[in-house]
């Protein structure tokens, strides 16, 4: 290896600052984004350390690990040093840490204010790009017994079926429904749409002795609460 090339080999840096030596050494928290970013790739190129590939993509996403979870593999490897399968392994981290939020395991969460119920949707619309609803099914105590996915749209809508609504409810014995969905936009104000339909599933939910408690906008920054908003 020439001289000029040898700098940007982690190998020939001091122990102490090679990312890996340095997590043994210090513990996780001592490293730094790109140098996490450097162990999690393992490689850089010929004249770029894993670490510098590192910076040079929290860079491109603005160093914000927000951004960078919305970038694809197409984006991820238009980056010098990150070939496909880099890109694959940084998704596939980033996609585990988002999972990671949803910490309650199978603790039953009680849903007390939407706020509560915003927490509980982030393992599941976190991220997107596109539109889902879902909705989140209650037992007589608010606690939640499962959230299940109704449909995937675009970036701009996705339908809602009422009937798919309701026997899902059934089918687990809900005794009442929380429905939410993303606007990958950010845009936390409810569409026309938004309003017509929320208004159908709330009189569905009376004729079935199944409410509709709330329904919730959600977006990476913030939520909508129909019912904190005096809409539902």
Do not use: C
């Not at 197409?74 to 988002?98: F, N, Y």
């Not at 929380?178 to 936390?188: A, E, T, V």
């Amino acid at each position: 290896m020439e001289e000029s090339q040898k700098e940007f080999s982690i190998k020939h840096w001091a122990e102490e600052d090679r990312p890996r030596e340095k997590l043994l050494l210090k513990g996780k928290s001592a490293l730094s984004d790109a140098e996490l970013i450097g162990i999690l790739i393992g490689s850089g190129t010929k004249s770029l350390s894993a670490v510098d590939v590192g910076k040079l993509l929290l860079k491109h996403a603005d160093n914000d690990l927000y951004k960078l979870s919305k970038l694809n593999i197409k984006e991820l490897t238009k980056i010098k040093g990150i070939g496909t399968a880099k890109a694959i392994s940084i998704i596939s981290a980033l996609e585990l840490g988002r999972r990671r939020k949803d910490t309650e395991g199978n603790k039953k969460i009680k849903i007390t204010s939407s706020d509560v119920a915003y927490r509980s949707m982030v393992p599941h619309l976190s991220d997107l790009p596109h539109e889902e609803f879902w909705i989140i099914l209650l037992n007589r105590a608010n606690e939640i017994i499962k959230h299940i996915l109704i449909s995937k749209g675009g970036i701009s809508g996705t339908l809602a079926d009422t009937r798919i609504i309701f026997k899902s409810a059934i089918d687990h014995l809900a005794s009442a429904v929380i429905l939410s969905h993303n606007h990958p936009s950010g845009n936390l104000k409810p569409s026309h749409a938004d309003i017509q339909l929320t208004k159908k599933l709330k009189e569905a939910g009376k004729l079935l002795d199944i409410p509709v408690l709330d329904h919730i906008i959600f977006t990476d920054k913030g939520y909508f609460s129909f019912l904190d908003e005096g809409l539902l």
